[in-house]
């Protein structure tokens, strides 16, 4: 969420980045969050993982792609729970990783590419239109998507329906409220201010 947040204030809420920062400090001196944060940077957390942790998992993914680089192995033969429920593999730990290894390059391209198209629609239809106090909702919508995106980089998200559907459900309800928001000059070519129409 941390990410999310980040991102989100820098390309649409700069203001918010001094606040940031100042909770950023703080939360780093977190006696659980400080532990989590320097782990990431230790060598050793590095070679464990490579060895029998994320690291390894990720590589079982691309290794799994590999075999088949356009099409993967095929839907429910890697790194999800229904894999792992029939020892076909282990769980990858990321969505991405288990996308590449059941459906290979074109399946990772496009699922990509229908989350860059979500983030590109609520940006222009919710982001964009909202003003005062609808501008935070909106931010605060885009975030939440964005959080479930980089989240899925360490877990598999969408692996469970709840997650999921509530994702989607989202989605769905940020861009319904968008469009009932009023329309921008910006987004109404041929109409000139001052004229109706």
Do not use: C
């Not at 680089?69 to 990321?94: I, W």
């Amino acid at each position: 969420m941390g990410a999310a947040v980040l991102i989100v204030a820098v390309v649409y809420e700069r203001r918010l980045l001094p606040i940031l920062v100042v909770l950023g400090v703080i939360a780093f001196f977190i006696p659980s969050i400080h532990t989590r944060v320097m782990d990431l940077f230790n060598p050793v957390y590095a070679v464990k993982s490579s060895a029998g942790g994320r690291m390894l998992l990720w590589q079982q993914a691309f290794d799994t792609m590999a075999k088949n680089p356009l099409f993967g192995a095929g839907l429910g033969q890697y790194g999800g729970y229904v894999a792992t429920s029939h020892s076909l593999s282990s769980f990858s730990d990321n969505y991405y990783a288990k996308v590449l290894g059941e459906t290979g390059l074109i399946g990772l391209v496009l699922f990509i590419a229908m989350h860059v198209a979500i983030l590109r629609e609520i940006a222009t239809t919710v982001v964009r239109r909202a003003k005062g106090r609808d501008r935070f909702l909106a931010l605060a919508g885009l975030t939440s998507i964005m959080a479930a995106l980089v989240h899925s980089f360490v877990e598999n998200l969408f692996e469970y329906n709840y997650t999921a559907s509530l994702y989607f459900i989202i989605v769905g309800l940020i861009l319904l409220w968008g469009r009932t928001l009023p329309e921008t000059s910006a987004e109404t070519p041929g109409r000139k201010r001052g004229t109706l129409k």
